[in-house]
């Protein structure tokens, strides 16, 4: 198991709760419960959750833990080297809200009997791991913090209330930026009440909360650094670590692009390696007249629709024309010839390609001197980069870095309106224009800025800086672990019944979920 970092783990609690279902847009109504999240179509697969909620553990979000008056009878276990962990161990409650916020923060039903299988099964793990932190502590005589230390983590506690307190002021007691003194504290009155009724919290409460589950973190941190040592990643292991990340993009998105554009543009995923065969290129985006681009766009849409319906029709008379196997064609007897259709209305008139190319030519003409002012400035020295300023509609080419190094467009592109890809990979050299280009955005002059190389990005400080964080991630995480595994393995963990059933129905949940996901991978392979 992983050991978390230090993060904001009360604060979490009272925001992120509140966010789940759609973002700090969304206003809870006073007086009622966080509404539920709508349950999921498939539990995660094991790995995801043998992962994913322990990472999340110290920073994820929290829901409240079950009043002792309202709980079952503690019952014992498992025991650590003698020292005895029962079903109310703090720690355990902990995590368990941890996982099961975690995930109901993505819309799995929480109150499925196996998610909290898994919850539990975690919980108890993370409960062991943590009396043998408190066991190796006092063995090496660690503390947790100085009362420097402590003081810090106050201040820092009542920062993140007032922080919680003033957004639910805000959106449960909705106090303005024009809001009266009176009116201020009528909203505190509302959202401490709120905070209190829907999470259990006052301010004294969150902070001794706060500053306890800190403690844990920085105790375990203390731990691991009196065995470990310093953990640290030299600029050699930064760099290999860089060229297996470019080796790893290389293998997903080289000769994929539409992968490549995907996840790099709609998922914001960051790759070290840029295909081949992109450039960069700028544009002048030239607004045209709505009636026009509307009858163009309408004769367009007309002429594809006829289109595809003398295609459809033509191979439909294919089909009728030619007889089954072995049969003999009959003609048709009177009585079998079908009866003369009603008159109907007149049709339309057919759409032509010449009746599109002339709305198309209108809209040329209308910018036709606008676009020869342009280029006439461009031939006489004027940078494109100052005629986009001057000239262009297009917002994103108002950002410097746009200007100078240019959208990225692949023959390939997905992101792109597919007249403008054409367009700009029509172009034969840097510095060439384009002829006007009709796009559904209006006319398009694209300028050839630039190509971009392929292969890894440069290795800069700013990304040297990013790999060196998460190396060292990596690098502790994997020491912890093994730390870890190497004091199980000394230790004598002995599981009552009780224990031991919870371990048992945490695997055969993973079980029936990998089940499930092997069961939709192949239905899946099926259909394709």
């Not at 106050?154 to 922080?163: R, S, T, V």
């Not at 805000?170 to 509302?190: C, H, L, P, R």
């Not at 470019?246 to 994929?256: A, I, W």
């Not at 690098?475 to 199980?488: D, G, H, I, Y």
Request: no cysteine.
């Amino acid at each position: 198991m992983k050991i978390f970092s230090s993060g904001k783990t009360l604060t979490a609690i009272l925001l992120a709760v509140m966010m789940l279902a759609g973002g700090m847009t969304g206003v809870l109504a006073e007086g009622t419960e966080a509404a539920a999240p709508a349950e999921a179509t498939e539990a995660p697969a094991a790995e995801e959750q043998a992962e994913a909620p322990a990472e999340q553990a110290e920073g994820a979000e929290e829901q409240t833990v079950v009043p002792a008056e309202n709980a079952e009878e503690p019952v014992l276990l498992a025991s650590v080297n003698g020292d005895e962990l029962w079903s109310n161990n703090q720690k355990m409650q902990s995590l368990i809200n941890s996982v099961v916020s975690y995930y109901a923060s993505f819309g799995y039903d929480t109150t499925d009997p196996s998610m909290m299988a898994v919850a539990k099964s975690y919980g108890l793990e993370w409960a062991i791991d943590g009396i043998l932190y408190d066991q190796k502590a006092r063995e090496l005589g660690v503390t947790a913090m100085t009362e420097e230390q402590q003081a810090a983590l106050e201040a820092e506690a009542k920062a993140e209330w007032d922080e919680i307190l003033n957004y639910y002021m805000q959106n449960v007691g909705g106090m303005t930026d024009t809001s009266t003194d009176e009116e201020k504290a009528q909203a505190k009155e509302t959202a401490l009440a709120y905070i209190q009724q829907n999470y259990g919290y006052t301010e004294e409460s969150f902070t001794s909360e706060y500053t306890q589950s800190s403690q844990e973190s920085q105790l375990r941190k203390n731990v691991q650094t009196a065995v470990l040592g310093e953990i640290t990643a030299t600029d050699d292991e930064v760099t290999g670590y860089f060229n297996e990340l470019v080796e790893e993009d290389k293998g997903n998105y080289e000769g994929n692009i539409p992968m490549y554009e995907y996840y790099t543009n709609y998922m914001g995923e960051k790759s070290y390696y840029v295909p081949e065969g992109y450039r960069g290129v700028t544009h002048i985006l030239l607004n045209v007249d709505s009636e026009l681009m509307n009858a163009y766009t309408s004769l367009a849409a007309k002429l594809e629709e006829q289109q595809d319906k003398e295609t459809a029709n033509a191979d439909a008379e294919d089909t009728a024309e030619q007889p089954a196997d072995g049969a003999e064609e009959t003609p048709a007897t009177a009585e079998e010839t079908p009866a003369a259709a009603e008159p109907t209305a007149e049709p339309e008139e057919p759409v032509t390609q010449e009746m599109v190319d002339a709305a198309k030519q209108a809209i040329l003409d209308s910018v036709q001197d606008q676009v020869k002012e342009i280029m006439a400035k461009y031939e006489a020295g004027t940078p494109f980069a100052d005629l986009i300023t001057e000239y262009g509609k297009d917002p994103g080419m108002q950002q410097e870095a746009n200007r100078t190094n240019g959208y990225a467009v692949h023959k390939e592109s997905i992101l792109w309106d597919p007249a403008f890809t054409e367009g700009a990979m029509s172009l034969q050299k840097i510095g060439d224009v384009s002829e006007p280009v009709l796009g559904t955005k209006g006319i398009h002059l694209i300028h050839y800025t630039r190509d971009i190389p392929a292969g890894a990005v440069e290795l800069t400080e700013e990304i040297r800086t990013q790999l060196k964080e998460e190396l060292l991630s990596e690098k502790e995480n994997t020491a912890v672990s093994e730390m870890l595994e190497q004091w199980r393995a000394a230790a004598e963990i002995v599981y009552t019944e009780e224990g031991q059933a919870i371990l048992d129905a945490a695997k055969e949940a993973g079980s029936e979920s990998v089940e499930t996901t092997e069961a939709t991978e192949e239905t899946l392979t099926d259909g394709e």
